[in-house]
Structure formats: C-alpha cells, structure tokens
C-alpha cells in the first residue's frame, strides 16, 4: 500500500483550519523553518479512503479474539470515550489556573482514592505515561529513600529471570543494577536463591505476582518479608492488575510500592505506543518522594503540590489525564462487585481455554493458571516440523490474532495464551476449535505451515530484516 507521501499530487488542498482571528505575529527570523514542510496534497476523500485502508490492515480488539499474553487487551467500553471526549474535559488546559478547573482535580482525587482500596496503597501519581516509566518512577523514589535514609550504597536490585523485560531495563536506567535470580520450576521466586541475594547493599526486589507464567506465588509474604528484613524495599510490577483486582490487594501482600497499566487493566485502547498511564502507587513511606504535582484537598479547593522530598516531574505537566479519566469512568461504571468479577472472569476464561487444550499441548507450568496460561510446542515441532511461530501465523487466517510467543524464554515454543474477561464463551470455544484444527492440520499437511498466513493483508515478512533494516522514516530526499 502507498503512503500518503507517496499520493500527494501538487495542486491539491484542504481548508480545513478556520481563518485565523487573531493578529498574526511574524516569526524572528531565527526561529523560521529554512526548508517547506513536506505536507501531502490530497482531496479530503483520498485521505479518507488513506486512513480507512490502514484501518482495514490492522488487527484491533474490535476486530476479533486477542489474547496477546501479558497485555490484557480487554474490550474497552465506549463509556470510557464518551467520557474523554466530555467537552468540559476535553477542551481544558494544562496552563488554566486550579482554581477553574476543580472538577477535572476531582478526577485526579477520586481515581487515586479508588485505585488506593485497590491495591492497598496510601498515595498515587498518575505521572507516568506508561508501565515501564512507571516502574523508572518507582525506581528513582527507591533510591531517593535509601539516599535519604543514609543508605545510597543500597543500589542493587533483585529481578527474577522470569520478570517482564522492562523491568531489568527500568533498573539500568536509573543507574542501579539488577541481580537476577532464578525462578523455580513453576516460574515462581526460588525462596533459597532470594535469601543469599539480599543484604547490605539491596534496594528492593520487583516482582510480578502472579508471575508473567500466569501463577500466584503462594510464597509472597515470606518473599516481601525477606526482602524488608534486609532491608530492601518491594516492589510490584501491576501491569496486569487483571487476575486479583478486587480480589487480593499487593498492598497487604508486603509491597512498598506498585505500578499499574491503566491502559492494560483498566481499559484504554493500547498498542501502538499509547497513550498509556503507568499510575504508581505508594505506602506511607514513599509518600514524601512522590513526583511533583500531587493533588491534595486544602481547605475548598484541591490543589498541586510539590512532596517534601519529591524526585521531581517525570513528565509534562500532569500525566495523560484522558487515561486515568477512563480508568475512572471503567472503575465507577463496574463498581466493587462488578472490578472483582471482572477478574474472576478472566481467571475463568484462562482456566477454561486451558482445560480444553492441555490433552494436546504440553502445559509447563500445571493444570491451573490466573489469568493467562502458557502452552508449549515443543513436543509437535519434534513430531511436524511445525514451529510455534508457524501455528501463530496460521491462526492470523482465522481472523484471530496470535498470542504472546516465545516468552517466557525459559519455556521452549512458547504460546502465552491470555483470553480476558471480556470474551464470551462462545468466542473461546471458537478459538479452541482453531487451535485444535492447527494442531491436527500441522500433522496432516505440515509444509503448508511455513507459508502462512495466506488470507491475512500482509503475508508471511521477513522478520529477521524487519528488525535489522527497520525503515521507519520516508526519504524525502528522492523527491
Ligand atoms: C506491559 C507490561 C509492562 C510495560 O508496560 P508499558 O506500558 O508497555 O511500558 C511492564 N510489566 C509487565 C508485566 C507488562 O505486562
């Protein structure tokens, strides 16, 4: 397909800016463009039919079944959108003065109050613009902490090898350095490797409970409680707040200090790059190291404020304040019966979808699962030839999308199934019934497989080069 650039005939335009109203200031002329902006010239329905065709090439929640493993790409209700688009919401300014713009501080406060009977937190920014700014954020107020503490020689950090790969990321950007331990054999923290981690100079173990392999580690008050012994402080990954919310809070499981994925959990349409919101949450004793612009009530007003020992702002003004609005808007709309069945359901879903494929797929980690489930192919590329990759691509012709594949890396074919609350039973059993269809076709006809898809807009690519040679950037000096 052509990109716009490339259907731009000169001569074509669109007004579609209102005449200007105000005096027009001219420009210094340092500060004016040397070269002319490469606008596309088009009519307005060549654009249209532009943007309707890249449409029609995606693959979005709205399309059909995604169960992308760790990313809970739940259905977002239209509710959270008519709420953004609220006029009194949308049309406000970061510039305007607080006192203008009470109701929308609201919005700040009573989010942060729901999301802190959520997760058992005592304060929450809402800051960060995704999940792994989130836990940067995080990090940066463990180390203020220990530095204020007298304690900066605490700069070590305890990663499990089977965390999210943000967040060992996270840990290299905020100059501390991460120790990685091994998991057990059911992906869950090896409570022996963690006790020789610790000691005098740890800051604080991340983890993800449940783990990205879909189980609960049953262990995690000895695990936090290690960790505080020595001195450290927990923090907890709740990117997929998805299989407990409601149900068990990571506040009274011993954490000091959580992120959430507003967009993952709390319904706000992801991929692509956001807009996200990566809220961090905190106890009492983290509180003072919050980002600046903390909403706080001060007689009748609500104001920002700037937290005694604040690590200072981790973004432009205020964070994605349309994300946390749907958060919200999701939050208020389920209530506390509906944000605990809600994740109930997603476990249900897992379990189920798991429970009719486990007699012919291995299933790594045991019969039960929280909210996501991993399969592995290892035992039918052995019999077929047929590779994880390739059934992946054979489900994208079923118009479904594929789920997670090869992680974790620890699980050889790797399949992270994640079916949320969302789908219906009747959609779950239809990507049973793929699934099982795949895996008889990959014994009947395997050498089709490495030609897959063939009803999908974009066959099979070259990966490898997608990732080496990405070209991302249209070269306008061939014009
Ligand atoms: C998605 C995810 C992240 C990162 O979140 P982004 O918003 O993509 O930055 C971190 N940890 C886990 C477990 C995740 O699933």
Request: charged share 20%; hydrophobic share 35%; with cysteine.
């Amino acid at each position: 397909m052509k990109l716009i650039f490339e259907r731009s005939v000169d001569g074509y335009y669109n007004e579609m800016i209102s005449k200007c109203d105000v005096p027009v200031v001219e420009l210094p002329e340092t500060m004016k463009r040397e070269k002319e902006l490469h606008l596309p010239s088009l009519p307005q329905p060549e654009i249209s039919r532009h943007y309707t065709e890249l449409a029609n090439a995606t693959f979005g929640i709205n399309d059909g079944f995604y169960p992308l493993g760790s990313c809970t790409m739940k259905y977002n209700p239209k509710i959270n959108d008519e709420m953004a688009a609220f006029p009194a919401f949308a049309n406000i300014h970061p510039l305007q003065p607080e006192r203008t713009v009470q109701g929308s501080l609201e919005v700040f406060t009573m989010t942060e109050r729901l999301l802190k009977e959520i997760t058992g937190m005592h304060a929450i920014t809402f800051q960060p613009a995704a999940g792994a700014h989130g836990e940067f954020t995080s990090l940066l107020m463990i180390k203020a902490y220990h530095e204020k503490n007298g304690q900066p020689q605490r700069n070590k950090i305890i990663v499990p090898d089977s965390a999210h790969g943000t967040n060992p990321a996270s840990v290299a950007m905020t100059g501390m350095i991460t120790v990685n331990i091994p998991s057990d054999e059911y992906g869950c923290v090896d409570i022996e490797a963690l006790k020789e981690a610790v000691g005098e100079d740890t800051a604080g173990l991340m983890l993800t409970n449940p783990n990205t392999a879909g189980i609960f580690d049953k262990n995690i008050l000895e695990i936090t409680k290690i960790v505080h012994d020595a001195g450290g402080l927990n923090y907890y990954d709740g990117a997929n707040l998805n299989a407990i919310m409601g149900v068990a809070r990571p506040g009274d499981m011993g954490f000091d200090i959580i992120h959430l994925n507003l967009h993952k959990t709390f319904s706000t349409p992801h991929g692509g790059g956001g807009p996200g919101s990566g809220a961090v949450g905190c106890k009492e004793i983290l509180k003072s190291f919050l980002p600046n612009f903390y909403p706080v009530q001060q007689g009748e007003q609500i104001v920002f404020t700037e937290p005694a020992d604040s690590i200072g702002q981790v973004k432009g003004f205020y964070g994605q304040f349309s994300v946390f609005l749907r958060a919200l808007t999701y939050i208020l709309f389920l209530g506390s019966e509906g944000i605990s069945s809600a994740s109930k359901g997603a476990v249900l879903n897992a379990n189920y979808m798991l429970h009719e494929l486990k007699d012919i797929f291995e299933v790594p980690y045991g019969d039960t699962c929280m909210h996501e489930f991993v399969i592995s192919l290892d035992r039918l590329k052995k019999e077929t030839g047929v590779t994880a990759l390739d059934v992946a691509k054979g489900i994208l012709d079923h118009k479904m999308y594929p789920p997670t594949m090869y992680f974790p890396l620890t699980v050889p074919e790797a399949l992270m199934v994640e079916p949320p609350e969302t789908e219906s039973k009747e959609r779950i059993d239809d990507a049973i019934s793929v699934y099982r269809k795949l895996y008889e076709a990959a014994h009947e006809n395997p050498e089709d497989f490495h030609n897959y898809p063939l009803h999908a807009q974009i066959h099979r690519v070259d990966e490898v080069r997608a990732a080496r040679h990405p070209i991302v950037r249209y070269d306008f000096s061939k014009e």
